[in-house]
């Protein structure tokens, strides 16, 4: 299949740029699979989908301030001074310090660069093959590294947001189960809840699993080659906890909140013959039409971008013809798109 296969057009005006002023206000497009149709309808009524039996699975990854504006305070004689933008992505577990990270402006980021951020001097240590930067924070372990994040970075919002991140962004481009530090983008389809829909989904006696898969370059990157069976997709750290498994194991269907629970819930039941156990690992998942799966029984998603992985997996869940529909259907009606727009269920 080609990337091109999953395009399609998208007005400007529909890309959310801020979040609305109540979590579960957003709307949202039920899709069945078995009849093909859809509704249109509201996160608030999430509820109704739902029932005794279904387990929720949250991601509860919760996204660092990464992003981190500098000066290149000594580079060579070429790349003296100016801006400096590091996002960093993981930190090296083998040597404290280190970091891969993405720069901007890369060309004037050579190795051998300094970077000062809030008195604090970075150096950039190598380019790796696929364009990620190796930086070093001299004397300075995870800890201190996710200190100077805390006091001087920014949250990483994604470049079709355009504009700078505001105060509201440290809470709202978090969901309200975000507790393990490591991510570099939001799990956004948890973030349409709220305490009482929280409730609301327990009053109907479902049950919630948290879950934890670090956002990384392996969800937001874009496709490397047309084919998209060429495309090889970037390992990301995710762990599934003892009582996590049970309640997933325990469950008459498993509803996935988004693109990361599905992929690791998918991981961890293919090493186990659909069976969820405990485990922490990484997972290159790359799921297209076509894929099989084994654990996940309804998903909750937003709306992603033309040619992305992402949507290449609700496509690989919904059917290729559906998702296409279903799209061209949430355009007309003018839902809100991307991290902090609407978003889809499809059961």
């Known amino acids: ?32 699979r078995r009849t093909g149709t859809w509704a249109d309808t509201t996160v608030a009524r999430l509820p109704r989908f739902v029932g005794p039996g279904d387990c929720l699975v949250v991601n509860n990854s919760r996204v660092l301030p990464a992003r981190l504006l500098g000066t290149r305070r000594k580079a060579t004689a070429q790349c003296h001074g100016g801006a400096a933008e590091i996002l960093l992505l993981e930190s090296d577990p083998t040597r404290p310090g280190l970091w891969r990270a993405l720069v901007k402006p890369g060309r004037k980021l050579p190795p051998g660069t300094e970077v000062e951020v809030g008195g604090v001097s970075l150096r950039i240590r190598d380019r790796l093959p696929d364009g990620v930067r190796l930086v070093e924070f001299p004397a300075m372990d995870v800890a201190a590294v996710e ?18 991140d505001e105060g509201d962004d440290r809470e709202r481009y978090q969901t309200v189960f975000a507790r393990a530090g490591g991510s570099v983008a939001a799990p956004t389809a948890g973030l349409h809840f709220d305490r009482p829909l929280l409730e609301s989904l327990r009053a109907r006696g479902a049950t919630l699993a948290e879950i934890t898969l670090h956002v990384g370059l392996g969800t937001f990157r874009p496709l490397s080659s047309e084919r998209i069976e060429d495309h090889t997709m970037h390992a990301e750290s ?18 996935a909140v988004g693109t990361t629970a599905v992929r690791a819930l998918e991981t961890a039941a293919d090493t186990g013959a659909g069976a969820i156990a405990p485990q922490r690992r990484k997972t290159d998942l790359f799921i297209t039409p076509g894929f099989r ?6 998903l909750l998603t937003n709306f992603h971008l033309p040619r992305s992985t992402l949507l290449m997996l609700v496509a690989a869940f919904a059917g290729t013809d559906l998702t296409r529909a279903a799209y061209a259907h949430a355009v007309r009606q003018e839902y809100r798109f991307y991290s902090y727009g609407d978003c889809m269920l499809i059961t």
Do not use: K, N, T
Not at 247 to 255: L, P, Q, T, W
Not at 293 to 298: H, N, R, T
């Open 1 to 32: 299949m080609l990337a091109s296969d999953f395009d399609y057009e998208l007005p400007g005006r529909l890309i959310a740029q801020r979040p609305l002023p109540g979590r579960s206000d957003s709307r949202m497009l039920a899709v069945d």
């Open 147 to 164: 200190v100077l994040m805390r006091e001087h970075g920014h949250m990483p919002l994604p470049p079709y947001i355009q504009r700078g």
């Open 238 to 255: 995710f762990e599934i906890s003892p009582g996590a498994a049970a309640s997933i194991r325990e469950a008459r269907r498993i509803v």
């Open 293 to 298: 799966f084994q654990a996940v029984g309804a």
